[in-house]
């Protein structure tokens, strides 16, 4: 008897290379009927295509699998809140389970458009994968189009054919419905198209939507054919059942794109947008009281104009598949040049520069004192010489007042403020029936407005520095913890900075996980993968209270140059109202040869609460011969006053592997050759880390119930 794994060696290499995997388990619903739901690996905990910390890579989604308690259990690929790359076409109710005969319908679009295609869970439905991106006609991650049902064929589904792309995930088996189709291809042509005529070829024979008198829905029809002038009406009217929406929300979100489609077409901006569409939903049909949740509209409508720009910028004319093409030119039409600094080898010029650190480091304070020394052209405080002339600059601080705190400090720092601008915000300018002109102010959002900065910057040629602060509050939509999500956000501003030759620099926070390096700790994910400098900011404690030091964290650029110190000192800038103005500026007190990692393990608590946890975690390890189960670990931990974010950065220094165990667990180990006595940060001693008593005694009596023990070692 063949079972899902089998199928593993099936999947194409393009989907096993994407750490977008979880597993699916068949559970019942609130209302009796049975649904696949995604797990993470650890079978414990639901996944989410909007949070990639639950997806696996491929070969641990396998491994979990195998461990999986049920036999109703398989493999799942999370497709994210953006497109992946790739098209998933599920065509449902298609196939005869036991002759694995098709229907026409079916049998003519695989024709058509060959590539990669599996059995679905069910064994009555087949799913092709395409590489490429596109755009559907409703603005949604998915779309459904209605067939013509297969005689004779008894299933849960309508016959039809439903599209993927994003906000899904797709319950995959690696059973090849035929072995010559196993690539993926590209797919070459307006799926939405075909499908429309495909639908009409092979039309649903029911098209009821409602019973007479009660209004309960009994089938749901797709209207083929519709313009998107017919499908906002009908959506404004309400009726959105006889248009194949799932449910009130996706109907709203479809209204809301065709809503912002239509006003983009018609020659209005962006900008004017979110109020539209506000008024056009609490005019229609379709408004309840779930609307009035700013959480819901917030949620709603930036997706629908999402989705909007990108169908009217992407669509000329009609719905296409986006194609995509390199760009490819010969080396020797790109002319080299030298690198240009505003601060030699510490900040270039058309580069993007993080200054990342913990609160209270004075990292705006260095900031501000960099922009007045680029307005005024004095010279550096490491000694370098300011050879650009004065320049202009531009800051966005959303954390401080400009009039108590940003201005005084610059004027501490003897900054030319006629060079100064500041962005304060983002407004619409949005026009009613009448003409009225009304302004609503929102934040500035990097991932919406990097092309009105720049359009900005192109105004104001002398404008070579930019100060964002903090990065995090400028991100818009995009998820700080996801690092596609802020390579997509940041990526326009790295090719403005560089277009236009100016400095960037962005602040951040650092994370305060114990046991990171200090390049992990960067608050922002990929932050310094995007910056070509990063520097760190850190109280210099060996030198008491009230000194800081920045150093180096990263430097893709230049020479290496050596670390500064400072303090902050109070100044008096002005009176008002008879009291004294005053604001902290920097004074730069000289170098050190200290690293980002030697200035945090001078922070007290973290280093020594690590370094508990990983003399306990060697000598609980030591006890049981080198391998214990991670719930038992975690457990006895909790006894122990372990925190478990210490734990698992332990487990991360003492190089533990895990692997799960014949009885189904999750096991950490260590590993011949990996775990070695360097591993463990000095002054780590197992006296303080003994597990006498309890944890000993009860928490410890298992076996992983494998043959094999050769596996462990010492440390």
Not at 146 to 158: A, I
Not at 592 to 609: F, I, V
Request: aromatic share 6%; proline share 5%; glycine share 8%.
């Amino acid at each position: 008897m063949t079972t899902p794994n089998d199928w593993v060696p099936h999947f194409p290499p393009e989907l096993k290379d994407i750490s977008s995997w979880c597993l699916w388990k068949l559970l019942v619903d609130e209302k009796g009927r049975p649904t696949k739901v995604p797990f993470q690996c650890d079978n414990r905990f639901k996944a989410s295509c909007d949070n990639p910390s639950t997806w696996s890579s491929f070969d641990e989604a396998c491994r979990a699998l195998e461990c999986a308690p049920s036999r109703k259990a398989g493999l799942g690929f999370q497709l994210g809140l953006e497109q992946c790359g790739f098209i998933f076409v599920d065509l449902d109710s298609c196939r005869n389970p036991q002759t694995g005969e098709l229907a026409a319908w079916a049998e003519k679009y695989l024709e058509r458009h060959p590539t990669f295609v599996e059995v679905t869970p069910s064994g009555t439905g087949l799913r092709a994968i395409y590489r490429g991106d596109m755009i559907l006609p409703n603005g949604l991650g998915t779309q459904k189009w209605y067939l013509q049902d297969m005689p004779g064929l008894t299933s849960d589904k309508r016959a039809q054919i439903e599209v993927f792309l994003h906000h899904k995930y797709v319950a995959v088996t690696g059973d090849l419905f035929d072995p010559r189709l196993r690539t993926i291809e590209a797919f070459v042509g307006d799926l939405p198209a075909e499908l429309d005529q495909l639908a009409k070829e092979y039309p649903p024979a029911v098209v009821a939507v409602q019973e007479e008198n009660s209004g309960r829905i009994t089938r749901t029809r797709y209207a083929p054919g519709l313009t998107g002038d017919e499908k906002l009406e009908r959506l404004r009217a309400g009726d959105w059942h006889s248009l194949g929406y799932q449910s009130a929300s996706e109907a709203e979100l479809a209204f809301s794109t065709l809503v912002a489609i239509h006003h983009l077409r018609a020659g209005g901006t962006e900008g004017e947008l979110s109020a539209i569409i506000e008024s056009e939903v609490r005019g229609s049909a379709l408004y309840r009281k779930k609307w009035d949740r700013k959480t819901y509209r917030d949620l709603t409508i930036p997706r629908a104009i999402k989705s909007a720009v990108a169908t009217v910028n992407q669509q000329s004319g009609k719905d296409a598949t986006a194609v995509r093409k390199l760009d490819i030119t010969s080396i020797t039409d790109h002319p080299i040049r030298p690198i240009t600094w505003q601060w030699p080898n510490r900040i270039p010029s058309g580069k993007l520069t993080g200054l990342s650190g913990h609160p209270d480091t004075g990292k705006t304070n260095v900031a501000l004192d960099v922009i007045a020394r680029a307005t005024t052209g004095r010279d550096w405080p490491d000694g370098a010489k300011n050879t650009t002339p004065p320049c202009n600059a531009l800051v966005l601080a959303a954390e401080d007042s400009v009039e108590d705190t940003i201005r005084p400090r610059l004027q501490a720092a003897g900054a030319d403020e006629s060079r100064i601008e500041v962005i304060r915000s983002t407004y619409l300018e949005i026009a009613d029936s009448t003409g009225q002109v009304s302004i609503q102010t929102v934040t500035t959002a990097l991932d919406k407005d990097c092309e009105l900065l720049r359009q900005a910057l192109l105004s104001r040629p002398n404008t070579k520095i930019v100060l964002i602060d903090p990065i995090t509050t400028y991100l818009g939509s995009a998820k700080w913890t996801d690092e596609q999500q802020i390579r997509k956000c940041l990526y326009p501003l790295q090719q403005m900075a560089e277009e236009l030759d100016v400095a960037v620099l962005l602040i951040t926070h650092l994370n305060r996980t114990a046991g990171l390096a200090a390049k992990q700790k960067t608050m922002v994910a990929g932050l310094d993968k995007l910056c070509r400098a990063v520097w760190g900011f850190a109280d210099d404690k060996a030198k008491g209270r009230g000194h800081y030091a920045t150093v180096s964290i990263k430097k893709n650029v230049g020479h290496p140059a050596a670390g500064l110190t400072y303090q902050l000192e109070e100044v008096v800038v002005g009176v008002s109202s008879d009291q004294r103005i005053t604001a902290p500026r920097v004074k730069w007190t000289g170098e050190t040869n200290l690293s980002m990692d030697d200035l945090l393990r001078q922070e007290d608590g973290s280093t020594a609460k690590l370094r508990h946890a990983v003399g306990w975690l060697a000598s609980a390890l030591f006890s049981k011969g080198g391998k214990a189960s991670s719930a038992v670990l975690y457990a006895a931990a909790d006894i122990a006053g372990i925190d478990r974010k210490d734990l698992s950065a332990a487990r991360k220094y003492l190089g533990l592997e895990r692997y799960c165990g014949g009885d189904g667990k999750s096991w950490w180990k260590f590993v011949v050759g990996k775990a070695t006595s360097n591993t463990v940060p000095a002054g780590t001693k197992n006296d303080t880390a003994s597990t006498d008593g309890p944890v000993e005694k009860c928490l410890f009596d298992e076996d992983d119930g494998s043959d094999n023990d050769s596996a462990t070692a010492t440390l």
